[in-house]
């Protein structure tokens, strides 16, 4: 396992991080044991999902991946609910289980839902949810995999090498070989990663970079949630999101950024000054790891009232917080890690307090944003209509946002506790007001803007047919 991956691994055994992809389809003639029957065929075919954690005994190395067999209980067909409001409780429940790697890296959840499902009327849906382990797979990577369970069978079958059978002895003997040349290639990798750091400073302090994003006070969405979670899923046209020079992404952020400070402000909130967001951004070169992505935080602009300037903002802050983090430093910093030996990396996690509380903070809402592809998933024979995601909640960020598109669909998936948004419904409609309010400022439009580089992979943006 790499070392960011590792690192994943060992922190999600203190903190929840498994990502939750939400698929509904249209209703077919097939059963949900059916479908799980003919998914965990498919499954079988898929690689990744073969793969389960083991670790080295002594925590000597880093943790291996190695082969699973996949079994029925690979996929749970959910007692059937008869509304969609009865799947929104499903749902934030099933957000507060976890996985153990060790056993499996992933699950998929099936739900019948009677009516009400968003772009199927009053006609039944079946609603897939694909749990996966963060160290599995980053947004892209788990997108592909939903993809190949409900893509073609060319998606299924691109195979990968199969992991050799898993000899703890030997991945002990692997581990102490390794280490002298690890210490040595770190000894290494330390001088530029300390000489590229020194750089960042004086680019930054010259003004030649964007400087680091400034801490804010914490607000009422960083609160501590509770043990339950709550979830809504706004589900919209991508073209009432985009704009000239306007992405999805960004379209979204803005519509959160009208709908958040409206919700503080009906919840006797003062307004805040300064507003920001967490956003996941890819890294830029070659991947070394399955998680191959940053976080970053992008000013809001809650002071600008003209929603096209608004949007505008936002792209600039996102595009110059890109602009820091792709620096030397930053890649030098990810050659370094890769030198350091497991123990060490494992102790550091250890050390880590991930119950404290900070006095500032970087965000006050969180942003992923995936694009995953074009519409022509089905289950059952029933065609996919729309795709949702929920990152997970921390003890300062209760309140996150999921902007997920397949085909022409987006979706803004909001999750967060009753003890920090304590009026969800409120802001599903004041964020569908949002958006009804960002599309009209940026116009009706013709085409779709180029792609934008700064999420893990902007919400589709291919050409228009006219």
Sequence with gaps: MSPPDAQTYW??????????????????ADSTAEMSRSLIARAALVADLRLKVRDVPFHADYPYWVPMDIGADHVVAHEPLESWPDCLLAVGELLTERLDSRESPWRLHLFAVGRGAPRCGDAPAVVAVLQVAHALADGRGASALARALFGGQAAAARRSPRPAPWRPVSALALAAARLPAQLASLAVAAV???????????????????????????????????????????????????????????????????????????QGNELP??????????????????????????????????????????????????????????????????????????????????????????????????????????????RVRFTAGFPALSQFMGLTHGVHGIGDTVTIGVTTSPSVLADIDAYEAMLHEAIDEVGAALGPIGWRGAPSPDTLHSVSEAPAEQ
């Design 273 to 382: 000054a300064n507003l920001a967001a967490e956003v996941t951004v890819a890294k830029s070169g070659q991947a070394h790891a399955r998680n191959h992505f940053r976080n970053v935080a992008v000013d809001l602009h809650p002071d600008l009232a003209d929603l096209r300037e608004r949007a505008e903002a936002i792209a600039a802050s996102m595009a110059s917080r890109r602009v820091r983090g792709e620096h030397s430093a930053a890649a030098a910093a990810d050659r370094a890690l890769r030198s350091v030996p497991g123990p060490l990396v494992r102790w550091g996690v250890e050390q880590f307090d991930f119950g404290a509380i900070p006095d500032t903070v970087t965000g006050n809402t969180v942003v992923s944003s995936v694009d995953r592809g074009p519409a022509d998933l089905s289950l059952g024979g029933g």
């Design 192 to 266: 530029p990663a300390h000489r590229t750091h020194r750089e960042l400073e004086r680019d930054t302090a010259a003004g030649v970079l964007p400087p680091q994003p400034p801490s804010l006070p914490k607000g009422p969405t960083n609160a501590r949630p509770d043990e339950h979670r709550s979830v809504r899923m706004v589900v919209r046209d991508a073209a009432e999101l985009r704009g000239p020079g306007v992405t999805v992404t960004v379209g979204a952020m803005t519509a959160i950024s009208l709908a958040l400070t409206r919700y503080l402000e009906a």
């Design 11 to 28: 922190i999600s055994t203190k903190i929840h991080s498994d990502q939750f992809l939400l698929y509904c389809f249209e209703d077919s």
